[in-house]
């Protein structure tokens, strides 16, 4: 399981951490699943929103603490993407612009 988690942490991109959040719940065998879909509820992950919903699902859903445990540190690794997109945006818009004029 520590690689997998290892893996998150590599990551780079949301769209990273979406690939391996659906290869890991491909790894999961449908009847072990069955607490989480209730028999009706659908489980892709296809983008962020998919892992926040999976992450919501989970808080009632205490036998799965394995899948928890991976779900919440892969939301935890989109934030951090995101926040450091975000600094990165008000860091360029911050810096001022240096280099070769064409003029």
């Known amino acids: 399981m520590n690689c997998w988690h290892d893996e998150i942490d590599r990551c780079i ?11 890991y719940l491909a790894l999961w065998a449908p009847c072990e699943l069955t607490p989480l879909t209730l028999g009706w509820r659908e489980l892709k992950v296809e983008n962020a929103a998919d892992i ?3 992450k919501g699902w ?4 205490p036998q799965l ?9 892969a939301a935890a690794r989109i934030e ?15 810096t001022p612009r240096t280099g070769l004029s064409l003029q």
Do not use: N, P
């Open 13 to 23: 991109t949301e769209s990273d951490v979406v690939r391996g959040a659906r290869e």
């Open 65 to 73: 603490t394995e899948l928890a445990s991976y779900v919440w540190h």
């Open 80 to 94: 951090e993407i995101r926040s450091s997109q975000v600094r990165l945006v008000a860091f360029a818009r911050t």
């Open 52 to 54: 926040a919903r999976l």
């Open 58 to 61: 989970l808080t009632e859903t």
